[in-house]
């Protein structure tokens, strides 16, 4: 199970990849599609978190945009 580590309520659009990034805070990528040359993405900054990460845990937007981490499931 997830736990909800902290509210952002960021809206999410079609056609990006949302995640938490080093930083702890929410950050979004345009989606890599079928025919279009791979290169370096360009990354944004959506949401300022400040979330810090323990090690152990699977950090990750939830579907209403908020922070959640759940247990790495390691070594089954």
């Known amino acids: 199970m997830a736990e909800k580590v902290a509210k ?3 809206k999410k659009e ?5 995640f938490v ?3 702890g805070d929410i950050s979004r990528a ?3 599609r ?7 993405t360009k990354q944004e900054k959506v949401a300022k978190a400040g ?3 323990e090690g152990g845990y699977l950090y990750f937007v939830d ?3 908020d922070i959640s ?3 790495m499931a390691r070594g089954r």
């Open 8 to 10: 952002v309520g960021v």
């Open 63 to 65: 579907k209403n945009g």
């Open 34 to 40: 079928g025919g279009r040359k791979k290169g370096k």
């Open 69 to 71: 981490r759940a247990v």
């Open 14 to 18: 079609k056609g990006y990849l949302y």
């Open 51 to 53: 979330v810090k990460k």
């Open 21 to 23: 990034d080093k930083n």
């Open 30 to 32: 345009v989606m890599a």
